[in-house]
């Protein structure tokens, strides 16, 4: 089982779970009991560090809610002490074109509180500011981690999305361990924060790895169930599908140079490109979850992953989503 430490000392598998899509985000929530034997599998499997948020919910076939946070707590219950899970704060909703945030003490106080409750654990390993609120300074929010990892409550913070300048100056009032950025073959415009992550040792974990799916290269077609947020991701339209073909031929070629899959590939580049990122692919299949753990098995040479670069600078690619704009209201 390849592990990594992120930040001074938050040990991870390389490689870790994202939860989300067993509730949230692609079309109706999975079954909860099936999910908790899939999650539950996949810590048998070998996974150790598993990622939530308290604004992963959908709704079950009887209209009840389905918490992410739940499903994921009652899978881990009795190896609670041997995992990392990571939840998130900040987004209040998902509104139809933005987000609406609030990173404001009071309302991270009531988050914190209900996650632990609906993950029945008394501490959150690695709580993160889900999406930075222009409203609150960093330094605001960084005074209620520091408070938060005093009470016991949490032990280790970061921030998704972040950028370096709100960085430096949450990490000056409270040690951040990990960004959660969005990292992926096709989106790269945070590889300008390495230098800044190295320089104060911070990790990067890495999500939506796989472009959603796309650089799996088992998706062919450019409409989903409803309620599945890729039927409005620019990768996936028809005209993408057929602009990314010269991406997943490079894919394959490599996979097949290392007998591996495309998804396997998609994630070894960036478990070897840097000791400190750790990618959370997400999926409902066992098999392809055992697959994603398997890819960081695979060693990549520097130059190799610099050829890689390389060709992904010259290959033609579409548009990817790149994340949902931010209610400044």
């Known amino acids: 089982m390849e592990t990594r430490t992120l ?17 949230h985000g692609y079309g109706k929530p999975m079954d909860v009991d099936e999910a908790v034997k899939t999650i539950r599998a996949s810590y048998d499997m070998g996974y150790r560090f598993f990622d939530t948020a308290e604004i992963y919910q959908g709704t079950n076939p009887d209209g009840s809610t389905n918490y992410n946070e739940e499903v994921v707590g009652k899978a881990l219950h009795d190896v609670r002490d041997q995992v990392v899970i990571a939840s998130k704060f900040g987004i209040a ?112 974990v890495a999500f939506s790895p796989l472009a959603n799916g796309l650089l799996t290269g088992q998706i062919k077609q450019s409409s989903f169930s409803n309620g599945d947020l890729r ?23 490599i996979a097949t140079d290392h007998n591996v899959t495309p998804a396997q590939i998609s994630l070894a580049w960036m478990v070897n490109k840097k000791p400190y990122i750790v990618p959370i692919p997400g999926s409902r299949h066992l098999n392809r979850i055992e697959d994603n753990l398997a890819a960081a098995q695979i060693k990549m040479t520097p130059q190799e992953v610099a050829q890689i670069d390389q060709a992904l600078d010259a290959v033609p690619m579409s548009a990817v989503f790149s994340g949902m704009k931010i209610d400044r209201k």
């Open 7 to 23: 930040g001074k000392d938050l040990k991870v598998t390389a490689i870790g779970l994202g939860c989300m899509g067993f509730s």
């Open 231 to 253: 039927n409005n991701m620019p990768q996936f339209t028809k005209q993408a599908l057929a602009k990314n073909r010269e991406l997943f031929d490079l894919l394959n070629e």
């Open 93 to 204: 909703a998902h509104e139809t074109t933005a987000l609406k945030v609030d990173s404001s003490p009071e309302t991270i106080r009531k988050s914190v509180e209900g996650s632990l409750k609906r993950l029945n654990t008394d501490h959150i390993d690695l709580y993160y500011q889900h999406r930075i609120d222009p409203n609150v300074e960093p330094e605001t929010v960084a005074q209620v981690m520091q408070e938060l990892i005093d009470e016991g409550k949490i032990t280790h913070w970061g921030i998704s999305e972040a950028n370096e300048d709100y960085l430096r100056r949450a990490n000056a009032v409270c040690k951040v361990t990990a960004v959660q950025n969005r990292y992926s073959m096709m989106y790269r415009e945070y590889e300008d924060l390495f230098p800044v992550l190295e320089e104060l040792n911070i990790g990067l």
